[in-house]
């Protein structure tokens, strides 16, 4: 399993950012897929996940309505589109292979809200 993450940065407060997460070694378009992340100094929080055909979508009560998931089947990427930072959004946001947010997760990519 390999998971790369891309797209984050800093961002002031209000702004958007989209991740992208490229998928490779194992079926992608039969895996449900999350995004978690973890603010500093504190522990992993699950963001989001989306099924396999992408009709099944869950958020966080933190994210919903500003976070958006999607994902591609034909290029194995899955998307976090955040809108409206805030700086309680700043973390390491890693995707994962999976419903839950891991164990099988990528790198990450952080993303820091500030101005």
């Known amino acids: 399993v390999q998971l790369v993450e891309s797209g984050g940065g800093l961002v002031q407060p209000g702004g958007s950012l989209k991740l992208s997460c490229t998928a490779s070694?194992?079926?992608?378009?039969?895996?449900?897929m999350s995004w978690a992340r973890q603010a500093p100094g504190k522990g992993l929080e699950w963001v989001s996940r989306i099924s396999t055909n992408g009709r099944v979508i869950d958020y966080a009560d933190s994210v919903k309505g500003r976070f958006t998931i999607s994902r591609d089947n034909v290029k194995n990427i899955v998307y976090l589109q955040m809108n409206d930072l805030k700086a309680e959004d700043t973390g390491v946001y890693y995707c994962?292979?999976?419903?839950?947010?891991?164990?099988?997760r990528g790198q990450g990519t952080q993303v820091t809200v500030s101005s």
């Open positions: 070694g194992f079926p992608f378009s039969m895996s449900y």
């Open positions: 994962a292979k999976g419903a839950a947010g891991g164990p099988e």
